[in-house]
Structure formats: C-alpha cells, structure tokens
C-alpha cells in the first residue's frame, strides 16, 4: 500500500480538481518509479536447493487500486497495489514463485523511497515544501507539507486518536495486571 502523509491527503481534500489531478499524478508517478526500481533492484525469484539460486525476473504482474479515504472516512489518497506470485525468471523463461522474503525485507527501504519520490514530485510540480516531524512513540521523522496545520491533520485522523486511545487503554490495563509497562514489542502485539 502506497499511502501519502497526512498533510498531503488534506491538501489533496481541500484543493480544486486541477490541483487534486496534479497531487494523484504525482503520487501515480511515485509509485510507478518505485515499482520500476524494485523490478531493478528488489523483485526476484528463487531457484536450487533450498532456494539458495536468486534470480533476475522481467518484471511484476500487478494491480493497482486507488483509494481516497480511510475506513474511518477521513481523506487518505493512498493506493493497493496487488502484485501476481508469479515472476518469469530471465535466466531461462521459466515462471516461478516471487521470492517473498527479499521483498519482505525491503518493504521498508521501498516505502521510504516512494516518500522521498513523492515529494520530489510535489515539490517540483507545485512548489511545495517540507517540514520534519517526529512521531508519537517513534525515533524515525516524517515529513509533511509546510503550511498545513498539525491541528488540521489531526482533525481527520480519527482511525490514529482511535488506537492511540485503544493503546494507552491497554498500556493501563498491562501495567495493572503486571506491574510494569509493556516493552514496545509487547504494545505492538
């Protein structure tokens, strides 16, 4: 799933058609470079004993679908990209199974990728800037269009304030019950 940040899903929300055009083909154009990248550089397949072969495939089968709001309702322009465990291997034409587990592991590297892609085509396309912001309970920033209010964000992020406060209501019913707080791999289960 190729999500924007939240400041460019408002921004998206609250702009005229031509702009909302221009703000989805940057995102389409983000997702169409990191697929091309991840055929380059991620997508393979496996061959041999134990699958300890990797091999080079032509490409991906693959779907996309655009969506542009959360479950709770709330703009989120984000899209599904479904892709066939099927890949033709260079090597000899024949059709295996995606290796899975690489592409597992890039997962995040290809997220921040098409991030990094997606404002570059913004910025080049309407000028926008950016501005770093630390997460709630995270090390890593994310960075969100300056000039869209943090409070505004937060104003149509109901599916977020929802398991913020699921999570702090368990937080307070483990540290009830054992005596101490969770560890982070405990909140994240």
Not at 114 to 136: F, H, V
């Amino acid at each position: 799933t190729f999500s924007v940040p939240k400041s460019v899903s408002v921004a998206w929300a609250l702009a005229g058609d031509a702009t909302k055009a221009r703000i989805h083909a940057a995102h389409r154009r983000a997702i169409e470079q990191t697929i091309a990248y991840a055929e380059q550089r991620v997508f393979a397949t496996r061959t041999g004993k134990a699958g300890a072969i990797s091999l080079d495939v032509r490409g991906i089968v693959g779907a996309a679908f655009d969506h542009w709001d959360s479950r709770a309702g709330d703009p989120q322009l984000h899209t599904h990209v479904v892709v066939l465990n099927r890949v033709q291997a260079i090597a000899d034409d024949r059709w295996r199974t995606l290796d899975s587990k690489t592409l597992f592991r890039h997962t995040v590297a290809l997220s921040e990728l098409y991030n990094g892609l997606l404002q570059d085509e913004l910025t080049r396309d309407l000028g926008w800037g950016w501005e770093a912001e630390l997460r709630p309970r995270a090390t890593e920033l994310i960075w969100e269009v300056e000039g869209v209010p943090k409070v505004l964000r937060d104003e149509f992020s109901q599916r977020s304030r929802a398991i913020r406060g699921s999570t702090d209501e368990t937080i307070e019913r483990f540290l009830a019950t054992h005596g101490r707080r969770p560890t982070p791999t405990e909140i994240l289960r």
